[in-house]
């Protein structure tokens, strides 16, 4: 079984239809072509597992997916719902690129990564904005950003507007921080004011906020360290770190009194080893020990923090990475987080642009009011919009928002006109780009042969189980080695029975088949094996 999945998955990776270009025929199965260019796509020298095998059964291979596939054509197990569902799944993975506008994403890549090679100190004033009530809270942090302008000392108004309940213990202050520690249009306006200067109103979906940048550095990489942690901050706490750090002094070795004493079961069977952090990370007591110090290998004295006691070994520095070598992780973050929706955004601009979409503005008024949601569909039958002329009635919009009802119901239009033309260009997509076309026939092709598969071959097994029994008794010698109970090798005799089937099957669909071989061309194919 193992063997016939592996074979067919790698014929359905490997093939492409790009391959048919040079037209050259190899053999054909009832007048139906398979070309030179495919057969050499599929066994190149560089796919080992397949290009060890000899030029015969590679040839065989070729011939038996063919069969396969029209096999699964005759069937029509193209048309099953199951295949459709998931082709359409496969269809929409595979189309994210197409929206996302890439000199966008690598803009915000660049930016990304310019910014985690300096931290910025800051501190700021935020006014929340409750529901719709924005009008009052963007006056009245328009009236603070003006006393700001006029002289007003930053810290005394944070401590007497800034409804972040934090103020009252840090004054407004943030600390150091760098890129993705805060929302993006927070870190953009920290990053785009100049040092000793406040921000212009910023709105995050926090509320509003004003920012006192108070200092920006470079930084010069993430700090490599290990601790010992006593949780708890009493005497007995205190006295058993002092004890640890005897220990030490006597000579004891680190990792192994990290691994028996330190409370921090996170790193503590790791030899207390700290993922690398850079300022702001970390509790500020915590990192000022850290970052005092400068010989590797060297460890602190016991210290405290909120968490409870400390002794910190000090492993050097994490040097900054090139920004090819963390590209990939920065493309992750940024897709995952708000200033992803941006090259999302410039995408769809785009298609909208390049589509023809023409919103229909009488049908659109009866969405105005809630009691839409009560109209039978039957009345809903106007075109809403239309892209490239292909119509969206009332009806669709219905269905999109009649689970979403705490807005009115226009404010989902501008979602939905987004969606469906992501699904118009999901769905044309094949049309205008070749590669698009390949890789999803190609992967129709392998859906289609691994259901005929479990039809035919797999799941047959478990339907004709007094067979497999009658086979076991005919073969039990074979089995000896492996088990002394049917039960013990089911998996084996299973797996042979299936191998006994499908070379029976092949073969009956051999000779329903006509094929007829190219020999020049197998000949000279031949050549290059041997």
């Known amino acids: 079984m193992k063997k016939s999945i592996l074979r067919s998955i790698v014929v359905f990776v490997c093939l492409s239809a790009s391959a048919q270009k040079k037209q050259k025929v190899l053999f054909k199965i009832d007048g139906e072509p398979t070309y030179v260019s495919e057969f050499q796509e599929l066994f190149k020298p560089d796919k080992a597992s397949i290009s060890s095998a000899s030029f015969e059964e590679n040839l065989d291979l070729m011939v038996n997916y063919k069969l396969k596939l029209m096999q699964a054509k005759l069937e029509g197990l193209d048309t099953l719902p199951s295949i459709k569902k998931e082709l359409n799944t496969y269809k929409a993975d595979l189309a994210a690129p197409y929206l996302t506008d890439e000199a966008t994403l690598q803009n915000l890549l660049q930016e990304a990564y310019n910014r985690t090679l300096e931290r910025v100190k800051a501190s700021h004033i935020l006014i929340l904005a409750k529901g719709n009530d924005t009008v009052a809270a963007y006056q009245k942090v328009k009236d603070i950003k003006e006393q700001l302008n006029n002289g007003a000392d930053f810290v005394t108004l944070a401590v007497k507007y800034s409804e972040d309940k934090s103020v009252t213990t840090n004054k407004g202050s943030l600390g150091y921080f760098s890129a993705f520690r805060m929302v993006y249009p927070f870190e953009s306006a920290a990053y785009n004011t100049p040092v000793g200067q406040v921000s212009e ?36 706490k205190k006295q058993r770190i002092d004890s640890v750090y005897q220990k030490l002094i006597n000579g004891d070795d680190f990792d192994l009194l990290a691994k028996q004493y330190s409370d921090d079961k996170g790193t503590s069977q790791k030899g207390g080893d700290l993922k690398p952090f850079s300022r702001g990370d970390l509790p500020k007591p915590f990192e000022d020990v850290v970052f005092s110090m400068k010989e590797i290998n060297s460890y602190s004295k016991p210290f405290k923090t909120s968490y409870g006691w400390h002794i910190v070994k000090y492993k050097g520095v994490e040097l900054v990475p090139d920004f090819v070598d963390v590209k990939e992780e920065l493309k992750r973050k940024v897709l995952s987080s708000d200033r992803g929706t941006k090259p999302k955004e410039v995408a769809f601009e785009r298609l909208e642009a390049k589509f023809k979409v023409q919103v229909f503005e009488p049908a659109k008024r009866i969405f105005k009011s809630k009691e839409v949601y009560k109209y039978p569909k039957d009345s809903l039958q106007n075109v809403f919009i239309s892209i490239n002329e292909q119509p969206y009635l009332q009806e669709s919009y219905l269905d999109y928002i009649k689970y979403k009802k705490s807005k009115s119901p226009l404010d989902y239009f501008e979602e939905y006109k987004k969606e469906k033309i992501k699904e118009y260009m999901v769905d044309h997509l094949e049309e205008e780009n070749e590669k698009f076309r390949e890789t999803i026939g190609t992967y129709k092709k392998g859906l289609m042969i691994f259901e005929l598969m479990k039809l035919h071959i797999w799941d047959v097994p478990k339907e004709e189980s007094e067979k497999v029994a009658e086979f076991y008794k005919q073969h039990i010698e074979d089995y000896k080695d492996k088990g002394t109970t049917f039960e013990e090798v089911k998996g084996y005799v299973e797996s042979d029975y299936q191998d006994k089937i499908e070379k029976e099957w092949l073969k009956g669909l051999r000779e329903h088949r006509k094929i007829k071989f190219k020999k020049r061309a197998v000949k000279k194919i031949k050549k290059t094996y041997e």
């Open 201 to 236: 109103i910023v709105k995050t979906s926090f509320g509003y906020h004003l920012l006192k940048i108070e200092d920006k550095e470079k930084v010069k990489g993430k700090v490599k360290s290990a601790h010992i942690m006593v949780a708890g901050l009493g005497t007995a």
